[in-house]
């Protein structure tokens, strides 16, 4: 399926949402390519994993932002990597390199370059260890078997539609709960 196909696909699973988060977070290796950068030279030609550029290009479409969580004890390739396939101008945050706190860190790098609320981003990744760390930020993680694909878009979307209704509903319980409190006359009127 080509990249124009792929797009089309995942406009319509997009299309499907009515709650879509403001940015999609990746890794790198096995997630949006299928190898380790450090296992690679600058001057080979990279390769997506084949539906990974239409989702980026559908999301994209849809005024959602991407950025980049990656541990790679290699950021020059990934970055030249990321280069070589054209998709560096698709990223609003690029946070590449080693790390051993399990891509908390570059969590606290993006949100803090975009300001976007943890509990507003979707994040892919391949490393169980990365989505568990991850998840407990507030971030809805989705561990991904064989990159990213149609398949992990929609569950993605559907988990990220899941979490965001179920914060909604105990905001709404809070805020009455807590609103009920104030409805004393305030001592300055």
């Given at each position: ?15 499907a949402?009515?709650?879509l ?39 994209k ?25 054209s ?9 590449i ?77 809070w ?15």
């Amino acid at each position: 399926m080509g990249d124009e196909k792929v797009k089309e696909e995942a406009l319509q699973i997009i299309g499907a949402f009515q709650v879509l988060p403001r940015l999609v977070v990746f890794d790198l290796d096995y997630t949006l390519w299928p190898f380790y950068c450090e296992c690679r030279s600058k001057r080979e030609m990279p390769s997506l994993y084949p539906q990974a550029k239409g989702i980026l290009y559908a999301l994209k479409d849809k005024g959602i932002d991407l950025a980049i969580a990656s541990r790679s004890p290699t950021a020059d390739i990934a970055k030249t990597f990321i280069d070589k396939l054209s998709i560096k101008p698709m990223f609003v945050a690029q946070e590449i390199f080693s790390s051993w706190t399990h891509k908390t860190d570059h969590f606290q790098r993006i949100h803090s370059r975009t300001g976007v609320p943890f509990n507003s981003m979707l994040f892919f990744d391949d490393e169980n260890r990365n989505i568990q760390a991850v998840s407990k930020m507030g971030v809805t993680s989705i561990l991904v078997g064989n990159g990213v694909n149609l398949g992990a878009l929609r569950e993605g979307l559907q988990r990220f539609s899941q979490n965001w209704n179920a914060s909604e509903k105990n905001k709404q319980k809070w805020l009455k709960k807590y609103s009920k409190k104030s409805d004393t006359p305030n001592e300055d009127e």
